[in-house]
């Protein structure tokens, strides 16, 4: 440090010690070798405490370094420690199953009430049609049920989240629905998953019964549900809304409007493979239903894929498609979904019954014999990942590997249940596989 009266010099010596030069002033002097003073009764101090701990792990430690002792002493602790060695309460496996309040369904034993509901169509099927005719009839407003009439109990509060149609549009097809407390329709431009759940809960917290149906037409429209991951957060943040307006005395049912790829296979029974964008959500929700196209023109089939709280029926329900008034369907009756698809002749990719008279198994045999393997790969490219064998989780290949055995039993060859395995059921997996098991069927 250096003025016009006076300068310092502090340095350090070679072995660790301190030096210091004052020269041409008294008050440069003072600071020098007050400045040393400091620095020697700071270092004095550290000499006395460092000498203080050797003595004290050599009186209660035998010498030994204590320094892993303390840093275990702090983690115990810790406040973070403290959190991981609490201890939970057990899960009490010893009380008995009571009886318990039966789930109830809004209609028909099809849409659990205070239950998410996935239904799923193709393009132009009608599935947008059918939510309105199920939403109006909750409401109270509709005149053609779906089902029966006497099916709904009570008045339900209807809140119609509508991606697809614009306001004009509804007033036109369904003119019933102006100025009625019970329907709360609204067209949604913002893609935003949090914009759609903040206005929702908006909505529930005004409605004038303790029963609500919220309809989401469709799914397809909210950014990110492709995503696995996105659609599962989706999903529980719709539960979240539901145990929470369940917990004010309002149960709240979901109506998810999704979409199949089925522009191309129509003639083939519906599978969760057909399920596009949101998929994932088949896994989590209560209830599963798909629309397909009937054989008769003009009709449609509703069929059930998953219902979580009973069996689910394994005939389809199969409505007619009326104009008169306005959009909506009626009941026609209930056969099997085989019998309800539509038949095209003369197209080998086509999964179908070509004579009704033929059991399945054989009519698809004949099928297979006739593809070609640019056919089978044709078809494999068509299929979304989820339909691919190597993708599925293990208890889905449980349930592959079972229908490959009963197919192996059927056929007349490994490739033949290769071609089967792909035709009826949508599911493709190598070749390898598949001989493994039919070696194993026929070995027996």
């Known amino acids: 440090m250096s003025t016009e009266n006076y300068r310092v010099k502090i340095g350090v010596t070679s072995k660790g010690g301190v030096c210091c030069e004052c020269r041409e002033s008294f008050f440069g002097k003072v600071l020098g070798y007050g400045s040393l003073a400091v620095v020697g ?48 309460a057990l899960t009490d496996f ?7 309040k039966q789930v109830e369904f809004l209609f028909d034993k099809s849409i659990p ?11 132009g099927v009608g599935k947008s049609g059918v939510c309105m005719q199920i939403a109006q009839n909750l409401a109270r407003i509709g005149k053609y049920p779906l089902f029966n009439a006497d099916e709904v109990k009570e008045t339900v509060t209807v809140v119609y989240a509508d991606y697809e149609l614009k306001e004009e549009q509804i007033k036109t097809r369904y003119p019933s629905l102006q100025n009625n407390n019970y329907f709360r329709w609204s067209n949604i431009r913002n893609t935003k998953s949090a914009h759609l759940l903040s206005s929702l809960r908006k909505t529930l917290n005004n409605i004038p019964t303790t029963s609500a149906l919220v309809v989401i037409d469709n799914l397809s429209k909210i950014d990110g549900l492709g995503n696995a991951d996105k659609a599962k957060q989706f999903y529980e943040e719709l539960e979240v809304i539901r145990d929470e307006y369940s917990s004010k005395g309002v149960s709240v049912a979901f109506i998810l409007v999704a979409h199949l790829e089925r522009e191309k296979n129509i003639y083939k029974e519906i599978t969760p493979c057909d399920l596009t964008g949101a998929a994932s959500i088949y896994y989590y929700a209560d209830a599963v239903l798909a629309i397909g196209t009937a054989r008769e023109e003009g009709t449609i089939y509703l069929k ?33 979904e085989r019998e309800a698809l539509p038949v095209k002749s003369g197209d080998k990719n086509a999964i179908q019954v070509l004579n009704e008279e033929v059991e399945i198994e054989d009519e698809i045999i004949k099928q297979a014999r006739n593809l070609s393997d640019k056919d089978v790969e044709s078809i494999k490219d068509g299929l979304p990942a989820e339909c691919f064998y190597d993708n599925m989780s293990e208890d889905k290949k449980e349930e592959a590997l079972n229908i ?13 249940t290769h071609r089967i395995f792909l035709l009826k059921y949508g599911l493709y997996t190598s070749r390898p596989t598949v001989t493994r098991i039919w070696n194993e069927v026929k070995s027996r």
């Open 113 to 123: 009430k205070n239950g998410i509901t996935l239904l799923a169509a193709a393009k």
């Open 94 to 100: 010893s009380k008995p199953i009571t009886e318990g």
């Open 404 to 416: 490959l055995r009963k197919l192996a039993e059927v056929a007349d060859s490994a490739r033949h």
């Open 41 to 88: 009764v700071y270092g004095l101090k550290k000499l006395i405490d460092v000498g203080a701990k050797k003595i004290d792990r050599w009186l209660n430690g035998n010498g030994k370094d204590t320094k892993g002792t303390s840093i275990e002493a702090n983690k115990q602790n810790s406040p973070q420690a403290t959190i991981e060695v609490k201890e939970e």
């Open 304 to 336: 059930e894929l998953e219902i979580r709280d009973r069996a689910k029926e394994e005939n389809v329900y199969v409505f007619k498609r009326n104009i008169s008034d306005w959009l909506h369907y009626e009941f026609v009756g209930m056969t099997t």
